[in-house]
């Protein structure tokens, strides 16, 4: 079935440094490429997502990439700061058009800023 | 102001014993999901539902059961059948299975 995996599960770094969390799906035929964040207590909320068609794509301190060959797609923040302090998901969807509305959420990075 | 809500937000249950959790969305959204957190398992798909009075199970839908009789609910039943249902549960909705899951609050699901 469809799997999506993240690493790595934890991930510690000093105020001002970049974070990359990396993300593999196995559907092949997976289009939309959003990323959570979850801060403690709180619910997920959207950050930055990615579609197929498209390799790379920012927001401020924010990128998203895409390898749709490999399968791979990966998170980088840079300039890090303590409030970006808390739990990244990866997901994956097949989008509309499949007529399959089925989100597959990797299993987590708890990013932690030093300050 | 439009959004998801669950209820309760905590909950508690003694073994032997049906619950069934609520989620309601006022965000005019086809779609919509249940989903269980546990820690360093990230987010497992219970059940889904993509239009009214239909919905496919996820990954884990064992001992759950839902239904979705109107767009705006989609209520879970955990039932005795589930072997571990103490977790945190998730509710959230999309326009179309395309762009931006919205969740709920949660509800935290004890079982004594």
């Known amino acids: 079935g469809e799997n999506v995996e993240q690493h790595p599960s934890t991930l510690s770094v000093q105020e001002g440094d970049s974070a990359v969390i990396k993300c593999t799906y196995s559907?092949?035929?997976?289009?939309?490429f959003p990323w959570y964040k979850q801060e403690l207590g709180k619910r997920p909320q959207l950050i930055i997502d990615?579609?197929?068609?498209?390799g790379e794509k920012k927001d401020q301190r924010i990128a998203v990439t895409l390898n749709k060959t490999a399968k791979h797609f990966s998170l980088h923040i840079t300039e890090t700061q303590p409030e970006d302090s808390a739990v990244y998901f990866c997901a994956a969807s097949r989008g509309r058009n499949s007529g399959t509305y089925k989100y597959i959420f990797g299993t987590g990075t708890r990013l932690k800023v030093l300050a | 102001d439009g959004g998801i809500t669950q209820s309760p937000k905590y909950l508690f249950r003694k073994e032997g014993q049906n619950v069934t959790l609520s989620c309601e969305q006022n965000?005019?959204?086809?779609?919509m999901y249940w989903y269980r957190q546990d820690p360093g398992q990230g987010l497992r798909l219970i059940y889904y539902s993509q239009i009214v009075n239909d919905f496919q199970k996820g990954d884990i839908a064992e001992g759950y059961s839902v239904s979705r009789e109107k767009k705006e609910s989609f209520p879970l039943t955990v039932t005795s059948a589930q072997k571990n249902p103490t977790a945190f549960y998730l509710c959230a909705s999309s326009r179309a299975g395309d762009g931006e899951l919205f969740f709920g609050e949660g509800s935290r699901l004890t079982v004594l």
């Open positions: 990615i579609r197929s068609n498209v």
């Open positions: 559907d092949s035929a997976s289009n939309y």
């Open positions: 965000l005019n959204h086809d779609a």
